[in-house]
């Protein structure tokens, strides 16, 4: 059975459903009265040609790259978590509570503390549904979409009626203490007096999501737990034979996905806002699930989805903010994307697997 | 609590279970031929969006209600062609549909409207008007069963009516008819289907139609008969929720009413009292909303009787290996 080259199913297949996304967001937006060619440009302008663009762009990539390792630990156990919002929000309690509670005295030990305080929180969040899902054969998808709403009540909970300080009207916590505020990349990069990356919002936190990146790859292919979560999700049942629990490889696949969505609440909450807020998400759980399937759950393919959707979430923004065009256009064109690399995934395969299998034929002969 | 305040508070449950049933209908149809739908909040967001925007610019609710229902069928057909042509997993498909309904409702209103991603505020003409049932005057007078059928049992519109109807109607459906015979049998096992000569294909999109049908009932009334006109994200979850009803009532059409009017209860106690104090204790608003997802948490982990899907659902069915 001679399918598809490597190449072709890596690159060609994901290129060509992004160029099929690319083009009906094209139509969309000729279709509410503006101009593709136009908004491009000022997107790439408001993006990429100025520094403090990158600032953004990279500050979203962040929590994408976060998210989007996320969901991909947990495809690669083929478990589709979808609740990376929640357990974010559930990290961003945990970051919240190191930094209002711990005196730090520096910053660097505030984002080990909190990045250990969001990994747990986020983990904790995803063992119920990973248990239940292992133990009881509930479905995890059903209970992790639950499970998002759940942290949205807990959090409104817990912002308007415990750590909201006296007379704020707002729901959201206090700021955090000076000494945990986290080097953003304006301190860091800029020369004395430039106003290189001023004012955006990336920080040191971005370097931690490159450090997850290289910590997914090991973990999944260059460990024995990590050959343990393809086989269960290659097959179960041969899994199974192989010796390996269905129930440990459940719960420590979606126990490490939680901690990783988690884990973007420290640029989120630590880096940015300095205080627990009540969206600090907005919903980067979601384009995580288009960031995994776009990067095919690779390390490297996430690292650059993400840059994709942190560009064409900062390019929204400037959009909404010089044109008619609301920042919803980027969750069409998210929308599109999962749906063309995720569900319509066989409508471009099948077609090109032929294509290969003809030219194959002919070569033989 | 007294009398009426109680007849208030089970009226509004009403209301606000009405869109809760119809898209828990809707995903049982779809369910039980074995196609997983988490797309619901996004159908029934489309069909409130299209509903808003043409009952206000034609002025009628029933031009509204027929644009629902069309853009709910749109996303129902991209589900389908996703999943049943094109074999695509139906949970992301889902995701996409519920995505692309949050976003392209607010661009079209912005583009049309230019309020921000809403749609005009609806006279009383682009509303679903409420029917007074006969007699509501003359029983008044009557204790207990003259305010209860005033309040509580006449006064909604045509289409609460409607949906209360579909709940025995579905069930003669499902239980009654050859067709519902086939759509329960494909949910549970395809092949049986196809070998029995009927077409595996064409069952499911009837199904994912239907669904689709229902959905854009359900957001129509969100946005012409519960609320007066269409706002960003308004379905609020209502989806998910009545995805989790789905579920408690383990996809029967008599235990769906039933879970539906529960959730309905819950959130228009929610809307009603900010907390409410049992006993010395102050429940939170917030538990209040949770409550039908922890439920549902609940039931699935199976501690109260286990809820068991269609044994087909999410598999894409292929005919030859």
Redesign the interface.
Known sequence: MGKMPLWADAILVPLISLLLAAFFSAL?IL???ESPVEAFTLMVDGALKRSAGWGYTLYYTTNFIFTGLAVAVAFHARL?N?GGEGQAMIGGVGVALVCLYIPWPHWSLAIVGASIAAALFGAAWAF?PAY?QAK????I???T???N??AF??L??LL??VLRPTGQMDPASASFPEATHLPNFHEMFAPEGSRMFRGAPANVTFFLSLLACVFVWVLIWKTRLGYDIRSFGFSETAAKYAGISPVRITVIAMLISGALAGMMSVNTTLGESERLILNSTEGAG?VG?AVA?MGRNHPIGILMAALLFGFLAQGGAELALWT???R?????????V??FT??????VR?PLEKLFLTLGRKENA | MDFLTLLQVLDSSVRLAIPLLLACLAGLYSERAGIFDIGLEGKMLAAAFAAGAFAAVSGSVWVGLLAGIGASMILSAIHGIASITFRGNQLISGVAINMLAAGMTVLIAQDWFGQGGRTPSLLTEGRMSPITLPFAEMFQSIPLFGPTYKELISGHSLIVYVAFAFVPLTWWVLYRTRFGLRLRAVGENPASVDTAGVSVIRLRYTAVMICGVLCGVAGAYLATGLQAGFIKDMTAGRGFIALAALIFAKWRPWYALWACLLFGLLQALAVRFQSIEIGGVVIPVQLMEALPFILTVVILAGFVGRAIPPRAGGEPYVKER
């Open positions: 969309v279709g509410i009265g589709f979808i119920i239940l009881r054969g509930s479905h998808v059903i209970t979409i639950m499970f709403y759940i009540s807990v409104g909970y308007v009626e979601f699930i399937l008619d065009i609301p919803e256009l980027i969750v069409v064109i998210q929308a599109l999962i749906l995720g569900a319509l995934d066989n409508m099948m």
